[in-house]
């Protein structure tokens, strides 16, 4: 059985290799490839949170006919690292209303830690994110390549507290933040600049798009907004909508 695993896997790597290239012999081959891409992207502020810039990776599969008039591609990517370049932070019309409607739970927990941190932050606590995600698209082969993109993913943001370790790591003390996890939707339209135009696999792409953010319960830690504050503010912070502009380098071995 393993032998059998083995050979398996032999073959294909070794399908993966030979059309990671351009071939000599069907245009058939040609068509199916691999792409990979690296973006930055600029999120503006929406009801919850400031602006923030963060960077992803992505790789998956590309498809084109025979002319070469387009690439399609399905893809996976993650942003694995907490840190971004320039985080998000709550915004200051959000913790206000949060304040104005606090409600300390009782005892120290780690719940009532969340909600005092939460009430006390000036919003700058949010100390990066992690990323994973579904990609499809396509590419148009023109001069001014024409793109469009859809997104499917979840976020994570970190809420940090030193005072978290004694919950979340007290032997060691190394994790000292909470998670509050997210789902998105996002579309962009834009277009790309190819590299090495008529021969290229790779283009420069910029452009815009949309991103509809499910926020949930607003909780860190199955900590939900609701479990200290008095008003139903999760009905007003549950979801919310925002404008993207990004800048990523697209490549794919079909051609």
Same mark, same amino acid.
């Given at each position: 059985m393993k032998f059998k695993l083995k050979r398996i896997l032999l073959i294909l790597l070794l399908l993966a290799f030979t059309r990671s290239f351009p071939q000599s012999t069907t245009e058939k081959v040609k068509r199916f490839g691999f792409m990979g891409s690296f973006d930055y992207e600029y999120g503006f502020k929406d009801k919850i949170l400031n602006p923030g810039l963060t960077r992803r990776w992505t790789f998956g599969a590309s498809f084109s006919n025979k002319k070469k008039e387009f690439v399609v591609f399905v893809a996976a990517g993650i942003k694995g690292a907490k840190l971004n370049i320039y985080s998000p932070s709550l915004r200051q019309s959000c913790l206000n209303d949060v304040r104005q409607n606090y %409600?300390? !739970? +009782?005892? *120290? /927990?780690?719940? %009532?830690?969340? &909600?005092?941190? !939460?009430? /006390? /932050? +000036?919003? =700058?606590?949010l100390w990066g /994110? *992690? @990323?994973? $995600?579904?990609? @499809? &698209?396509? !590419?148009?082969? =023109? =001069? !001014?390549a024409p793109t469009f993109t859809f997104y499917y993913g979840s976020e994570q943001y970190l809420l940090y507290d030193r005072a978290f370790t004694q919950f979340e790591d007290p032997k060691y003390g190394d994790i000292h933040y909470v998670e509050m996890n997210t789902v998105y *939707?996002? $579309?962009?339209? &834009? $277009?790309g600049i190819p590299l090495k135009f008529e021969t290229s696999t790779s283009v420069i792409n910029v452009s815009i798009g949309y991103k509809w953010v499910d926020y949930g319960n607003f909780e860190f830690n199955k900590t939900p907004l609701s479990s200290y504050t008095t008003e139903n503010l999760i009905n007003k912070y549950h979801n919310a909508g925002k404008i993207t502009l990004s800048v990523s380098v697209i490549m794919w071995s079909n051609w």
């Open positions: %409600s300390p !739970i +009782n005892g *120290y /927990t780690e719940d %009532s830690l969340i &909600g005092a941190r !939460i009430n /006390t /932050t +000036n919003g =700058k606590d /994110t *992690y @990323a994973q $995600f579904l990609e @499809a &698209g396509f !590419i148009l082969n =023109k =001069k !001014i *939707y996002e $579309f962009r339209l &834009g $277009f």
